[in-house]
């Protein structure tokens, strides 16, 4: 997923670091953009499954059994868009 607040020169950056540690330590290493869809959908998971959770309500199950998944948030700015709930519910969906 695109994070705006993380530009292409950031993440190219990271990146490099990245294949640095890979060189230093002679084992491979999972791609950053890999590894932020796997803890993201780890974190909304635990958050489905909890009901106590505050969030566990932004979770809303689709009615539709064709295409199953999540109801996605309304935003209207790109600064909500971008954050972790809307990103969440479109991994999931």
């Known amino acids: 997923m695109e994070n705006r607040y993380c530009t292409e020169r950031d993440r190219q950056r990271l990146q490099r670091v990245v294949q640095s540690a890979q060189r230093v330590t002679g084992g491979a290493l999972p791609n950053l953009r890999d590894l932020y869809t796997v803890r993201c959908t780890t974190k909304a998971n635990k958050i489905i499954a909890d009901p106590s959770h505050p969030s566990h309500g932004l979770f809303i199950k689709k009615l539709s059994k064709r295409?199953?998944?999540?109801?996605?948030?309304?935003a209207k700015t790109n600064r909500l868009k971008d954050s972790f709930y809307p990103q969440a519910i479109r991994m999931l969906s």
């Open 67 to 74: 295409k199953p998944g999540y109801v996605s948030i309304a």
